[in-house]
Every structure is written in C-alpha cells, then in structure tokens.
C-alpha cells in the first residue's frame, strides 16, 4: 500500500507511458458494445473508444501539469485520484455520446455494470503503470546520482595515482641527477661551497617532489560512466512475467461486466480460469521462452489468450467477437508486463552495480596509500641525504677531506638514495589513518564533516575495528548519493558509557518506504531524523 500511494502522490501519475497503455486497453480490449456483437460492432466500437479516450485524455493534460506543480504529496495523491474517478465515471457517457453523433447507435450494456468496469480496469491499470514507472525513474536517478559520484571519485582517484606516479618518476630521474653531481663535486676541489651547493640540489628535489604530491585538485575531466543495458535487443527484453500477472489481470479487469452479463458466479469463474490459464502458461513461458525466444514467448501468451477464450464462451457463449479479444489482449498484456519486469530489473542492476563499483572504490582508497613511498623518499632527502651533507660540510668548511671521509658520505648518500629507490611503488593504509583517507576519497563526490573522539581514534588502531568503520561509512555515503541529490554527510564517532563505538552517519534525504539491504553491514540501524537520514552501529568493546 506504501509503495501505491508514493506512486499515485509522487508527481509523476499521468505520463507518456500511461497515456500509451490506456489508449491501448481503451481502444483494443475495453470497447463498448455499438450495435450487436459482430466484427462490425467490435470496430465501431473501437472507434468510439478511441475517440473518447481522446476528449478524456484532453481533460487529464491539466491535470498531469497540476500534479507536477504541487509540493504537497497528500494534494497530489488526492487530485490523481480524484481526477481519475472523474474520467473514468465519465468514460461511459462520453461513449454513449460518440457513438450517437457518429453512428446514431447507443451502446448498450447496463450503465452501472459499465462504469464499474471502467473504475476497475482505470485504477487497476494506471497504478501499475504508475509503480513501474516510478520504481524505474527511481532506480535510473539513483543509478545515475551513483555513476557520477563513481565518476568523480574514481576520477580524483586516477588523479591522484598518476601524481604518485609522477613523483615517483621525479624522485628516481632526481636521484640519478644527484648521484652524477655528487660525483662531479667529488672528482674537483671539495670544499664548504661545493658541498652547500650539492646540499641545495637535494633540498630542491625533495621540494620538488614534495610539491607535486600536494598539487593534487579536483578538476578535470571524469572517468566514463559504468555501461549498462539500454541497448540489450529486445529478445533479450523479454522475460517472464510475475506469476498471475496476466491473466488474471485481464479477467479482473472485465469482471464488472461479466457479473453484469451472467452473475457474480461467472464473474468469479472468469477469475479462476484466468489464474489456471496464467499459471499454466507461466510454467510454458519459463520452461520453453527464455530469452532470447520472442517467437516462443508470444505463442505461449497467444495460447493462453485463446485458452482466456474458450474460458469467455464457456460462461458467455453469446458475447460474440469480444470473446475473442483476449487472443490478443493477454500476450499484449505479457509483452507489456515482461518488458517492465525486464526495464526494473536492470535499472535495479545498474544501480546495484554502480553502488557496488562506488564502494570498491573508496574502500580501496581507504585501504591503499600509494604516495607513502614517495612521501617517505622526500622525508629521506630531508633527513639522511641532508643530515651526511650538514656532516660533510662541516668535515670541510676549514680543510680538504680525507679519502676516509669521501666515502664516508658517498656511502651515506648512496645509502640514503638506495632506500628511497628500493621503496615499494604502493602500501596498505595504516588502520588509524584508514577513516580519515577514506573521508578524503569521497571529498569529490560528498563533502564530509566529521567529530571522532580521540577514544575512537584509539580504537581505530585495531584493524578489525577500523574495517568495520570503514564498511559502514561506506555504506552510509553510498546510500546517501542514492538516495539524495545533496552533497554533503557528518559522521560522528564516539565511544560509549559501556565502551561500545557508536558510528552515526547523517545525509540529507528521505527514506524510503522499504529501505533496501545495502552493502550488507550487520547490526546496523537505519532512521529518519527530521530531513536526515540516519544510518547508526553500534560497535561492541574489544575484548
């Protein structure tokens, strides 16, 4: 019922897409009867079915702006239905008035057992199509709101990969620089000067470095987003329905007017033989149609239409050619429903996997420091290189060296130069740091406020304590570019009276009616708090 009324209050009730099935079903299925119950009869009332669909569509085009212009949902939902009760009432006579300007015929039919039926097939039909679309627009934004956070965090990422890079490259090229000066300085007079100048070569490449590690921004082009399936053909399109959402539909939406032709007995006879009918070509469908088999998936609903038949003239063996129009209305109706199944499962997947490709990200963010190694090169050139020029300069600052004190500093600054050479190009983040570097990574995409208690950054030490924190961020941040368009979050972190960690993280939004699973933390617990959402763990003292 939750997700109904977000559907119907949402904005988005009367589209292209409602507009296109319900001229479909007015104008094929749901024609009033002008005249008798032959194939002439059924097409005039065709005519006059789609005609009226037209002057009834008219009278909803204010209304579709109406609804898109208000902010009160509980407006919106009324003015929807209230409006569609409206049409619906009205189909009838607007039919009967059609069909006597054109045709000078009434069409017949009790008045009452009409307009039920127009209720029922309206609301019935609309709210599904209405569920589907907004679940579809919802799973796409969302999809799309993840895709372009991955985009700028993979690209910032990519960014900061490639300075490393560079720096690295800097730092090697420099120090092969470094060793062919030292040894021009070495290979001539050595003297206080010489070795100030050699001094100001490695300070400069240390300041070098240094400063294209922090040139880091968040400018430039992104990365690609993450493909998806919009282009799938559509035999791979066509996917089984949902069990009894074919048949049945359709039966249900005619028993008004069956009830009407032959009592509530035939009524709810038309509905069993609808849901053995879809059951038995639900289990056809999934054995012998799966795509990619278009051909076998509409002659299995073409055979269950004719089935819907025989089921009409058994209770009703006077409607006429209306009996035969579920052979094809029902697999319209599969078409239509499998391609919906098809069109919410893989926005669903998208935004799975954009979801998923986001938090790999940042976790690998949190998880790798690439630039250690270099920043660690830099802290070299500032201590052990400098540190044996500082000693060597003053060895020399009143007399020559000694051979004994030349390679006593060739051999400290080649030490010195080895260890900066033979670092590691990337390494694991250490737990305490992981948080803060992870925070770091969304930067891009979310702008993130944090308070850690200096108990919990002790706690953060502990590396299973920091993957836990870490995954439930994650999760938290993820969610919030899903579920909302602002860019922004607080994650608070403290330790409790008892000593468990509570992690809270807060973003602007709305929940959901039925929040899904996430990434899968355990113990979580997930709340609206005036315009935040809220996602808090409470993580038990270490034992």
Not at 197 to 205: I, K, N, P, Q, T
Not at 211 to 230: F, I, K, N, Q, T
Not at 455 to 484: C, F, I, Q, W, Y
Request: hydrophobic letters at 50%; a positive charge.
């Amino acid at each position: 019922m939750t997700t109904w009324w977000s559907a119907v209050s949402g904005g988005g009730f009367y589209t292209r897409w409602s507009a296109a099935v319900s001229l479909l079903v007015a104008g094929i299925f749901s024609v009033p009867s002008v005249g008798g119950v032959g194939i002439e009869a059924y097409l005039r009332g065709a005519a006059v079915a789609a005609l009226g669909w037209a002057v009834l569509a008219a009278l909803l085009v204010p209304v579709a702006v109406a609804e898109r212009r208000m902010s009160s949902r509980a407006g919106r939902g009324a003015l929807v239905l209230g409006a569609l009760l409206v049409v619906a009432t009205m189909r009838s006579f607007v039919n009967d008035a059609i069909s006597s300007a054109l045709f000078g015929i009434v069409p017949s039919g009790p008045m009452p057992s009409r307009i039920a039926t127009n209720l029922v097939t309206a609301v019935a039909l609309l709210s599904i199509v209405a569920v589907i679309t907004s679940r579809h627009a919802a799973s796409r934004a969302a999809a799309d709101r993840l895709r372009a956070a991955l985009a700028r965090v993979a690209s910032a990422e990519a960014r900061r990969q490639r300075i490393a890079a560079e720096a690295r490259e800097a730092l090697v090229s420099g120090i092969a620089m470094l060793r062919r000066s030292r040894e021009r300085m070495l290979d001539g007079p050595v003297d206080f000067e010489a070795v100030r100048a050699f001094s100001e070569d490695v300070r400069g490449l240390s300041h070098r470095v240094d400063r294209l590690l922090r040139s880091y921004d968040d400018d430039g082009p992104l990365e690609p987003p993450l493909p998806d399936d919009a282009d799938a053909p559509l035999s791979m399109r066509l996917v089984a329905p949902p069990w009894l959402s074919v048949a049945p539909l359709y039966a249900l939406a005619c028993f008004p007017y069956a009830v009407a032709a032959g009592g509530a007995g035939v009524g709810l006879a038309g509905l069993v033989g609808g849901i053995l009918v879809d059951l038995v070509a639900g289990v056809a469908v999934r054995r012998w149609a799966r795509p990619p088999r278009p051909a076998a998936f509409v002659a299995v609903w073409t055979a269950a239409g004719a089935g819907m038949s025989v089921v009409t003239y058994l209770f009703l063996p006077r409607i006429g050619v209306l009996g035969l129009v579920p052979v094809l209305a029902v697999p319209v109706v599969a078409v239509l429903v499998g391609l919906c199944r098809d069109a919410l499962s893989r926005a669903g997947a998208d935004e799975r996997r954009a979801a998923g490709g986001l938090a790999e990200v940042a976790r690998e963010a949190a998880e790798v420091d690439e630039s250690a190694p270099v920043r660690r090169g830099v802290d070299v050139l500032h201590g052990r290189a400098q540190g044996a020029c500082v000693v060597f300069a003053a060895r020399v600052d009143e007399r020559a060296p000694t051979p004994d004190e030349v390679a006593d500093f060739r051999s400290r600054t080649e030490a010195a130069f080895r260890a900066i050479l033979h670092a590691g190009s990337d390494e694991r983040m250490p737990p305490g740091e992981s948080l803060d570097r992870l925070i770091e990574a969304w930067a891009p995409a979310v702008a993130v406020t944090q308070r850690i208690d200096d108990a919990v950054r002790m706690r953060l030490r502990d590396p299973e304590t920091a993957e836990r924190v870490v995954s439930v961020v994650t999760e938290a941040l993820v969610n919030a570019v899903k579920h909302s368009g602002a860019r922004r979050a607080q994650v608070v972190a403290r330790v409790t009276g008892s000593g468990s960690l509570l992690l809270r993280v807060a973003s602007p939004g709305r929940l959901a009616p039925r929040p899904g699973r996430g990434l899968g933390t355990i113990g979580r617990r997930v709340f609206q708090d005036g315009g935040d959402v809220v996602l808090e763990t409470v993580l038990p003292a270490s034992r």
